[in-house]
């Protein structure tokens, strides 16, 4: 065969057929060898089960699920404490796994018999590893042209070499995440109300702390908060025309004394003249004008002139007459009391009077100073209402604060409890079996038409190589392109190949020429 000459469809096709033995005869042999290693290989049996997500019967908006964790990472966490080596072990333990060649692997039997020998002497640490890898969780794909992206389950199969024993294993291992979601849905609804009842304590004591704040703030500016302020204008724009009024009831009231009291001394001058009695106001009026004249003196002399002199000794000697008038009318004895018992009914009518009106006065006086006292505090109120408006507003706030955040938690502690009370009922997200693990009739390994048609393969490709080989080494020229390429020049004649048929005819023909020329010479003989 030409080595460096591209090879064509027909060329492949002529060596094929030329080779075509050494192709057929690996294949047959490579398919026979696989069908007889299926055969003799250990079995072992897939048993299958498919567990499938069942959603809460209360709808999410009635009960808000507590446990939020994506259904991947709870299937992926659950499956790495199921299949932990304490879990394995167990299953290892329970139900005497590997005790025979069938459950071990095709490699692994051999490993074993030639490596570790009895069963007994193979470390536990092989034996949970081995079990691990003959446990697969898959999950399921949601359905073709559904919206949602939750997982709707997951299959798990268990391989060993006895089927009823692979049943009871995947049976276990079932048991197991049915066992294990309700254990972390019901362990982690109550860690959350727990935590939820610790925080709504903790809040409720803050609560009551700006609740006793607020209510010292409150007492402690009675009438002086922000919504009193409307109330403080109200007021003070009614106590001001009342301060107004009692003011001028107060003045007229002092106008009406001086006029009772100065028509009272008329009576009392008029009276104690007809008596021939001097009197306190006939002193006062001496008083006065002895006073007016010493003021003209002073004007024209000196102190030590003899008129001042004397006006001073007068005045002096009046005003000592005039304060004992008035400490004997300061008080009365019952001298006096039987002389005002004696005086004339209408001195008597303006005592009265004028007692009266004393008692208005004060009446009066006090209400002014109580409307006045009033009026400051409300203008007090009202100056200092923005700062203790801004005090009450951040006491308000904090507040306010406080109280939505403990409502926030008291909401969500009553949906945990109620979470937590559809975990327990066991209505919440739950595992359902959908199919339960099957005990499998035929054997999930070996497969003889997998391995016969894997040892047809291998034979193939081994002809193919033998082919590409023994080619690589044959040198024949079959054709004008082999020769040409050789002898490097054209070929002058072609003589067409003889296989061993054509020269097997050949060779008779020619012996049945040779067998008439002899008969036609024997008989011409004759």
């Known amino acids: 065969m030409a080595v460096h000459r591209e090879l064509k469809l027909d060329d ?17 042999l490579g398919a026979v060898a696989g069908y007889i290693l299926s055969l003799r290989l250990p079995k072992r049996y897939t048993s299958h089960t498919v567990i499938l997500v069942q959603q809460p019967t209360v709808p999410d908006s009635y009960v808000k699920p507590v446990v939020s964790e994506d259904l991947n990472q709870r299937l992926a966490s659950m499956r790495e404490q199921i299949l932990s080596r304490t879990r394995l072990q167990q299953l290892v333990e329970h139900f005497g796994l590997f005790k025979t060649d069938s459950e071990w692997g095709p ?38 042209g559904t919206r949602s992206v939750e997982l709707p389950g997951f299959n798990v199969d268990v391989t060993l070499g006895e089927a009823r024993l692979a049943q009871q294993v995947c049976q276990e291992i ?63 724009a009614g106590m001001t025309p009342q301060l107004q009024a009692t003011t001028q009831a107060l003045n007229q009231a002092q106008q009406d004394k001086a006029f009772t009291e100065s028509l009272l001394d008329q009576q009392l001058a008029a009276w104690r003249a007809s008596k021939g009695g001097q009197n306190s106001q006939t002193v006062e009026q001496q008083l006065r004008e002895l006073q007016d004249q010493l003021l003209s003196k002073q004007g024209h002399y000196t102190e030590l002139h003899p008129d001042v002199v004397k006006l001073k000794k007068d005045i002096a000697s009046l005003q000592k007459l005039a304060n004992a008038s008035t400490n004997v009318d300061a008080q009365p004895n019952e001298q006096q009391r039987r002389v005002a018992a004696d005086e004339p009914p209408e001195i008597q009518q303006f005592r009265a009077r004028l007692h009266q009106i004393e008692l208005t006065i004060a009446q009066k006086r006090h209400e002014q100073e109580e409307l006045q006292r009033q009026i400051k505090t409300l203008q007090a109120r009202i100056q200092s209402s923005p700062m203790i408006q801004q005090q009450f507003k951040a006491l308000t706030r904090d507040h306010q604060t406080a109280l939505d955040f403990y409502n926030d938690l008291l909401k969500k502690r009553n949906e ?37 048609l894997g040892g047809l393969a291998a034979g193939l490709i081994l002809g193919l190589a033998m082919v590409q080989f023994f080619e690589s080494y044959d040198k024949s020229m079959r054709t004008k392109q082999d020769v040409e390429l050789y002898l490097g020049g054209p070929a002058l004649a072609l ?18 020429v040779r067998t008439r020329l002899h008969l036609r010479a024997s008989s011409s003989r004759r």
């Open 107 to 144: 490699l692994k039997v051999v490993s074993r018999l030639v490596h570790k020998g009895d069963v007994e002497h193979v470390p536990m640490e092989d034996l949970v590893k081995e079990l691990h890898k003959l446990i697969t969780v898959t999950p399921l794909n949601p359905m073709a």
């Open 416 to 452: 945990s409890q109620m979470a937590t009370e559809l975990e327990r009922r066991q209505e919440g997200q739950q595992f359902r079996v959908l199919d339960p693990p099957s005990l499998p009739e035929q054997p999930s390994f070996p497969k003889p038409t997998v391995f016969g």
């Open 12 to 28: 492949y096709l002529t060596i094929v057929r030329r080779r075509r033995w050494m192709i057929v005869i690996p294949a047959l």
């Open 174 to 236: 079932t048991s197991m995440f049915m066992e294990q979601n309700l254990r972390l849905r019901q362990q982690q609804v109550e860690e959350t109300t727990q935590f939820l009842g610790k925080q709504l304590d903790d809040a409720k004591g803050k609560l009551d702390e700006q609740d006793a704040k607020l209510a010292a703030f409150q007492s402690r500016y009675i009438g002086e908060l922000p919504e009193d302020e409307n109330t403080n204008l109200t007021l003070l």
């Open 495 to 512: 003589i067409s190949s003889m296989d061993a048929a054509q020269k097997k005819k050949r060779m008779g023909d020619a012996v049945f």
